[in-house]
Each structure stands twice: as C-alpha cells, then as structure tokens.
C-alpha cells in the first residue's frame, strides 16, 4: 500500500493539492486539486481572502478521501511576509492585507527612526523589501494601534493554515525569516529588536522546525474531510520548499526558484550579513534543517503574469512565450525597478519605463513579453556577477525549479546572458520539497541527500 503525503502549494496566482508517494523508488505526484488565488481590493486596501483559501483547503482534502488516497500527513506552504493578527477568541483582528498594498510606504523611514537600516541588515540578515512584515506591522503600528493592542497572536498565513487544521499556534522557522524579525544565529524571534519597534512580544509564537509534527486534524476539520491525518510543518515559506527539491547535491549549487518571483542564489550554513551583501540586497532566509538560503529577491514572472493577464488573459503561458521568442525587440528594463512592484498598469509601466530611457517601445503583448523576458534574463546574469563575487565561487550551471521552468525561451536567455549551464526542472519543486520534508518526518528517506537524489531519479531535467 502506497503511503500519500499531501502538499499545498498556494501561490501569489494560484493554489494546488499535491498528493506525493514513492513508487518503484520513484516520487509519484498526483495534483488532486486546484484553485484561484489573488489579491482582492476591499474598501482600498489589497486584501486576501483566508476564509475563502481555507475553505479551498478543506475542498482539496476532500477530494483526497473521495478518490480513495488518504495522506498520511498534510503540510501547507505559501509567499512569504504576510500575517493574520487573532484576538482571544481567534478572530481575525482588522483586514488581512497583502504584500502589494501601499500601506508600507514610507514605513521603512519609521522603522529606520529606531534602528538603522545598516544594524537591521547586520541584525537579521534580511534584504529591504518594503513589503517585509517588519514595515506592514509598523503600519499597522501607525494606523491602527488598537489593532496590536487587541491582538493575541500574530500568525503568518501558513501558520495561520496549520492552525485552523490543528488547533495548534506555532511559527514555523523559514516563513518566520521572512518577517525581518529573526535573529538569523539563534533562529528565534529577536526579541530585543521587537522590543524597540514597540511590537507586543506576546503575540509572536513559538518558533520550530520545518520537519515538525504539530498534531493531527481538529475534531471540526476532521469531521469536515472525513478522515484524520497528522500536521506536519513543511518549509512554510514556499521559496524554502522549493529549495529542498534541488535535483542536486553538489556543493557549489546555484539556483533560481521561478514563478511570481524568481528567487537566485545559493544555500550555505551560516548567514552573511556583511556590508558587501547588503548592497548588492541579498538575503538570508531560511531553509530546511536550519540551513540558510541565500538569495535575491527579483521581481520574477510577475511582469508576464500581469501583462497577459492586461492583454490576453486567455492566452497560455507556453504560446505567450513562444511568441515572444520570434520578437527582435532588443530593449530592456530593470526588473528590481519599485515601479513594476504594484502598478495599476503593469503594460503602461513596463512602455513608460522604455520610453524614459530612450528605447524602442515593445506595443504588442509578444513584443512586451519579450523585453521582460530578456530583462529577467539579463538580470539573472547580474545577480550571478554578484553571487559569484561574495562567495568566490564560480558556478558552471544554474538550477531553475519551479514553475517558470517550464519557460523554454527565458532558459535559453538565460543561458545566453549567464553563459553557463542552465537545468530546468522540476516545475513543481515548490510541492516536491513541501512532500519530501513530510516524507523525512515518516522515515522515507533518510536525509536530504538521499532525498534529493530520488527527486533527480524521478523528474525529467531540460539542459539548455
Ligand atoms: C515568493 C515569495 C518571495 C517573496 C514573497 C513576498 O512566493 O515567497 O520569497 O519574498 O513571496
């Protein structure tokens, strides 16, 4: 009999249950179910709808039982930074806004009114992002005070998740990372700087390990699905999830985890928190068994995602970027650029942005695909400059997984921008290491290693 470990993999655009097993020495995914996910506007503000992702989750779990497959165990990862604040009663207290509201801006200055931005970086580890939880808990701080004084507990939202399914409120490691709260050596909340920031320390959890069993289903939930399985914490953070599933144990590995974002960059042991890599904006999130993934945050798929979606939202992501591989425009953006963050007219951003810097103005969709696409690419080949630099390592491939690496003509770019080696696969890395951290809970592998090595057996890697 076959034993079922369920992933859901929720993205910034879209949510998928993932049963995963081994057969035949093999991992076998099976997607059970799928669903849409977005930012909604409410009243302004860039909100997230949680009751109607956990009442997706609870549909996907069905689904496991009515085609007869239940998991042994369940684990939830999604985007980094975002939370739900919970009063006593376990009410969501205010919205549960989105990482691309505005409600930040300018909350870095207040933040940096208490602790430099230099000793923050030197402190955490973490790369400014204005959207980190550090800035949207000064916000709320600023705008809304009787919200902290009310709150009980803060829970990101895959912690969130796991709480509804379990009854349990814990804060699992690599999401909490992405708060910009963590102190990156002692992998704990960094109280004293959340003392300064004026945050209530009661209200942050206790802080475990992906690989950690929380409990099983509530009596509620299980009564819901119709059958009981244990919780057990994958790497939250999808970014760390995804990370697991490199194809690869070689030491010297570089990756880019694509979908929304295209996150690049290398795993190491311990954090750098150096001067040197906080102005070229790497950071230090974690990682499964505590390790740190080391990276840069570029603004990834995202770019494509909201121009199809502007222009031709029916038209697939294999035809928008084959069409885009007969475009001869040659212009190119900057894709770390804050403007393409949050526009209101993604199309209109990426033409004004060609037109301020005097070149060609990509008019039709393929043609704009194409210049995003040769930007991703040409940035890539600057962060790894600078990857190759801090660590002094030369890296002769790059490791794309995810879900944009099924993105034939952006591989090719990049090979051609990075001149190495570029192997694409698995698109679904992200679901893969959420199942491989449950499998390693259950004693299927015996570490990472062995774990990665079945991932290299299993999926069909492209080499451009
Ligand atoms: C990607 C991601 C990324 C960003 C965050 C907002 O899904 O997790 O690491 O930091 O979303």
Aim: hydrophobic fraction near 35%; include cysteine; aromatic fraction near 8%.
């Amino acid at each position: 009999m076959s034993r079922y470990f369920l992933a859901i993999d929720i993205g910034a655009s879209s949510g998928r249950h993932i049963l995963g097993s081994v057969e035949n020495g093999k991992i076998v995914l099976e997607e059970v179910y799928r669903f849409w996910n977005g930012m909604d506007h409410v009243d302004g503000t860039l909100c997230w709808d949680v009751d109607r992702l956990f009442n997706e989750i609870i549909a996907g779990m069905k689904k496991c039982k009515e085609i007869g497959k239940i998991p042994v165990s369940v684990g939830i990862d999604t985007w980094g930074v975002d939370f739900v604040l919970l009063d006593k009663e376990d009410n969501i207290v205010g919205q549960t806004v989105g990482y691309r509201d505005h409600r930040t801006e300018g909350m870095d200055e207040e933040v940096y009114k208490i602790i430099s931005e230099d000793d923050l970086y030197a402190r955490t580890g973490i790369q400014k992002a204005i959207y980190n939880t550090i800035y949207q808990l000064m916000a709320v701080k600023k705008t809304h005070p009787e919200y902290l004084e009310k709150a009980d507990a803060m829970l990101m939202i895959p912690d969130y998740f796991h709480f509804k399914l379990s009854g349990k409120k814990v804060q699992e490691y690599s999401e909490a990372t992405t708060s910009q709260l963590i102190n990156p050596v002692t992998k704990d909340w960094d109280y004293e700087l959340i003392d300064m920031l004026g945050f209530p320390r009661g209200i942050f959890q206790k802080v475990l390990m992906p690989g950690t069993t929380i409990g099983n289903l509530t009596d509620e939930v299980r009564e819901l699905v119709g059958y009981d399985c244990k919780v057990v914490l994958p790497p939250t953070h999808d970014t760390a999830s995804a990370v697991m599933a490199i194809p690869t144990n070689a030491e010297d590995t570089c990756y880019i985890s694509s979908g929304t974002w295209s996150l690049m960059g290398v795993e190491m042991a311990e954090a750098n928190c150096s001067p040197k890599s906080e102005e070229a904006n790497f950071t230090n999130e974690g990682g499964y068994g505590g390790k740190i993934t080391y990276l840069a945050n570029i603004m990834g798929l995202w770019m494509i995602q909201s121009v199809r979606n502007q222009l031709a939202p029916d038209m697939s992501y294999g035809d928008l970027c084959e069409q885009a591989s007969h475009e001869t425009i040659q212009a190119v953006v900057d894709c770390q650029d804050s403007s393409f963050l949050s526009p209101d007219d993604m199309v209109e951003a990426v033409k004004d942005y060609c037109r301020k810097t005097n070149q060609e103005v990509p008019e039709t969709l393929p043609a704009l695909a194409s210049v995003i696409y040769n930007s991703l690419a040409k940035c890539y080949a600057e962060k790894l400059e600078e990857i190759q630099k801090i660590t002094g390592v030369k890296y002769d491939k790059i490791n794309i997984i995810g879900g944009g690496s099924n993105a034939a003509y952006l591989n090719e770019l990049t090979a051609k921008y990075t001149g190495v080696g570029v192997h694409a696969g698995p698109g679904e890395a992200t679901a893969i290491g959420n199942i491989l951290s449950q499998m390693l809970e259950d004693g299927t592998f015996a570490d990472l290693k062995e774990a990665r090595n079945c991932v290299a057996d299993s999926f069909e890697i492209k080499i451009y």
